[in-house]
């Protein structure tokens, strides 16, 4: 998340690449409006978000350490385990692939390479966004950042490696009779673009070196560039139509921002209300799918309503 990029492209440095902040306090509390509100009817409200996040977490967590055996290099390979195989990862971007999937009747198999490799994505940006060029942090979910335990060098090497990797990994592993070629091209597309000089890079830029935008701007590349793209590749992967996935993009971006203005230590009227209107937002989108019954199942609806609750009030406390 997590998560638009059409802003004027940016050109970074080799290692600008961009990422959430990590978060090594308490979340702010915010007394947001509608927080038991996750659905039109009682069985949307005894949905268990746990168990299902976690059972997609046990999944996912065992294809991504099939698909990074240790190999030579070793010392690059042990530097990519450390941060995608990290203890703490909620696999935010993975689920969240898979539920949007789900929702327009696709496979979860057909998801999973990709939801691997928005995972991989997420950890090479910060891997590069902990370096002490960038935000330089040493820590990262409680425990030393890859650089603190590998070294700037091979941190930087790992980071470079896994967003190939991520590629590679949906070309390979992608199931053909699930998902055709063209929307196999046009989820790289859009990984490739979320991660590049108009997306995360772009708020990592405006991040470091400031400029004439707003604070919005960075919450927006840095944080909702990622959630954006993971609902949009789910939506892709299931077969969306493109009015379906422009609604997919407006929630994942306002997911991705809610979560980091939750998270954001600043406990002002100004972040107060604007995760509020996030949040609005966010279950605004998914409006057009609760309305319609007969094209769109409740229970699959669901996940997206509880990834907007989530956020904004932290309901359930994954066993990490």
Not at 7 to 28: F, G, H, I
Not at 135 to 160: E, F, Q
Not at 199 to 225: I, T, Y
Request: hydrophobic residues 40%; negative net charge.
């Amino acid at each position: 998340m997590l998560f638009s990029a059409s802003a004027t492209p940016l050109v970074p440095s080799l290692c600008l690449l961009a990422a959430e902040k990590p978060v090594n306090r308490r979340p702010m509390m915010m007394r947001l409006s509608g927080g038991g509100a996750i659905g039109s009817s009682s069985s949307s409200s005894n949905f268990d978000l746990k168990t299902y996040w976690g059972t997609l977490m046990t999944e996912i967590n065992q294809k991504l350490d099939e698909a990074i055996p240790v190999k030579y290099p070793a010392g690059i390979y042990e530097s990519m385990r450390y941060s995608v195989l990290a203890q703490g990862a909620k696999r935010a971007p993975p689920v969240m692939c898979v539920a949007a999937c789900e929702l327009f009747g696709g496979d979860r198999l057909a998801a999973f390479p990709t939801a691997c490799a928005l995972e991989m994505v997420h950890a090479a940006s910060l891997i590069h966004d902990d370096l002490p060029c960038m935000d330089d942090d040493p820590v990262r979910r409680g425990k030393p950042s890859n650089h603190t335990v590998y070294g700037s060098d091979i941190a930087i090497l790992a980071g470079d490696a896994l967003f190939p990797l991520a590629f590679q990994h949906i070309v390979s592993h992608t199931p053909p009779d699930l998902v055709p070629r063209a929307t196999i091209l046009r989820v790289i597309a859009e990984i490739a673009r979320t991660v590049g000089s108009t997306g995360m890079a772009a708020g990592q830029f405006v991040d470091l070196e400031g400029g004439p935008f707003p604070p919005s701007f960075v919450q927006e590349k840095k944080f909702g560039a990622m959630a954006e793209c993971s609902a949009v590749c789910g939506g892709l992967l299931g077969g969306a139509t493109d009015h379906e996935l422009e609604t997919l993009r407006r929630y994942g971006r306002a997911v991705g921002m809610l979560y980091q203005v939750v998270d954001d230590e600043k406990k002002t009227d100004g972040a107060i209300q604007m995760a509020q209107e996030l949040k609005d937002k966010a279950k605004k989108e998914l409006q057009v799918f609760d309305d319609d019954d007969d094209k769109y199942s409740e229970e699959l609806v669901v996940p997206l309503h509880t990834f907007v609750d989530y956020a904004a009030h932290r309901h359930f406390l994954l066993p990490l």
